[in-house]
């Protein structure tokens, strides 16, 4: 099969290398925009469970990726000065570049071609190529709006606004930090992805990010200013900018996922909100998922119309989870007046996903302390 990828991010690498793995015969050649080593942002985290499916799928990558790991087991909430952990929540961090050298080195043994420097402009050139066109072209993918009417996406910009940051002040858990000031509330998204760097995203709600003024503010005016915000947690150290600009959350949904030979993966068909972290997950998982249709399946339409029947439900139970949590932080204000220990509990049940006897089973300290502190106990 002759296979065009447009995207070498996580979703178009991890397809290719399936893919040839399966049969060495495919002619695959991915087009990405950037070099190997231009990437935005900082870290990404995976799941537990997450990491079982990727040993399955391709056990040397798998290898590769988690040597890079700092691992962790804890959320950290903290409010009002004062740090709730969370234990027993399985979670790994990496560099997003990091992760995608390793995949682009397993795709290039495979014999997968990577043209990098190669904008796709043309998108019906390169479809009408092959038996497969791969949209593996992320959040504002060009092969989506190129072919709108076949894919029938809804796009949803959400109104909080936020940055991310790195910094060298080791987050050793998901720390979820409050802070307020007569502007408003500020959440900030951390962990740590290296044994010397963090990220450090910051959200706030559209009145907060108004009335602070960042609009009039240059990039580094808003790094200090949020780096004041946050100096008690940042302990001395520096935001550091990767070009960091304040964004505004796209929620991404398609009502198809493909047509004759074009298929939508990753961001690209579909995003979570990074407050439940699974952006890379999902994309890597899209990957096996289509590459399993196609092992599966004898035709491309075949094998397409079996993605999308199999994981459809999967992604849609994922993205309710992750607008539950996506609204709490949005809303996040409405909760400042509770205590810490009351606070940690709503956030982590935000997302529906999580129970109360989930949480007893992998912290029991922490729910003792949760339920004494509304004096449920004897
Ligand atoms: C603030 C923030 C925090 C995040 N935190 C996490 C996290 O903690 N954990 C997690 O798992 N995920 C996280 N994510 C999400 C994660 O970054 C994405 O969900 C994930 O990278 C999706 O993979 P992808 O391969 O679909 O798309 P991308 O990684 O976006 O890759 C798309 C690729 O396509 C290329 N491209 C686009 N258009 C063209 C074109 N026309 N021609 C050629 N190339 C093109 C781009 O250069 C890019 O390399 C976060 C995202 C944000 C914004």
């Known amino acids: 099969m002759k296979i065009n990828v447009i995207g070498g991010g996580p979703a178009g690498l991890y397809f290719a290398i399936l893919m040839k793995k399966a049969d060495a015969a495919h002619q695959i050649r991915i087009c990405e925009r950037n070099g190997p080593n231009d990437t935005f942002g900082w870290g990404v985290v995976f799941s537990g469970k997450t990491l079982a499916n990727l040993r399955t799928a391709d ?12 691992a962790w087991d804890n959320v950290d909430v903290v409010h009002r000065d004062a740090k709730i952990s969370i234990h027993g929540n399985s979670f790994s961090g990496i560099a997003r570049l990091q992760l995608l050298n390793i995949l682009q080195r397993r795709a290039e043994q495979l014999g997968v071609e990577i043209d990098f420097r190669t904008e796709i402009h043309d998108v019906e050139a390169l479809r009408s190529d ?62 740590k992805f290296s044994p010397t760097t963090s990220t450090f995203i910051v959200e706030c709600d559209p009145q907060t990010w108004t009335k602070t003024g960042f609009e009039q503010m240059s990039s580094e005016q808003t790094l200090d200013y949020v780096g004041e915000v946050f100096a008690q947690d940042l302990n001395g150290h520096k935001l550091l900018s990767n070009n960091s600009k304040w964004i505004n959350f796209l929620l991404v949904k398609n009502r198809n996922w493909f047509f004759e030979n074009v298929v939508l993966i990753g961001d690209a068909l579909h995003t979570a ?14 990957a096996i998922a289509l ?12 094998a397409l119309a079996h993605f999308e029947k199999t994981r459809r439900p999967v992604i849609e139970d994922y993205q309710a989870a992750a607008f539950e949590s996506m609204r709490w932080f949005e809303n996040a204000g409405e909760h400042m007046h509770l205590s810490p220990i009351e606070l940690a509990y709503v956030l982590m049940t935000r997302s529906g996903r999580v129970s109360y006897e989930d949480l007893k089973r992998r912290d029991p300290a922490f729910i003792s302390e949760y339920e004494l502190s509304h004096g449920l106990h004897g």
């Open 291 to 302: 590459a399993e249709s196609f092992q599966l399946n004898a035709s491309v339409s075949e």
């Open 130 to 191: 092959c038996d497969l066109l791969l949209a593996a072209d992320g959040v504002n993918s060009t092969v989506r709006s190129r072919y709108a009417e076949q894919f029938q996406p809804a796009l949803d910009l959400r109104a909080n606004r936020y940055i991310w940051y790195g910094t060298h002040q080791l987050f050793h858990g998901l720390t979820l930090t409050f802070r307020e000031n007569s502007a408003g509330v500020f959440a900030a998204h951390s962990y």
């Open 273 to 286: 909100h990074f407050s439940i972290g699974s952006g890379t997950k999902l994309a890597m998982e899209d």
């Open 59 to 70: 056990d040397v990558s798998h290898a590769e990726i988690t040597k890079e790991f700092e």
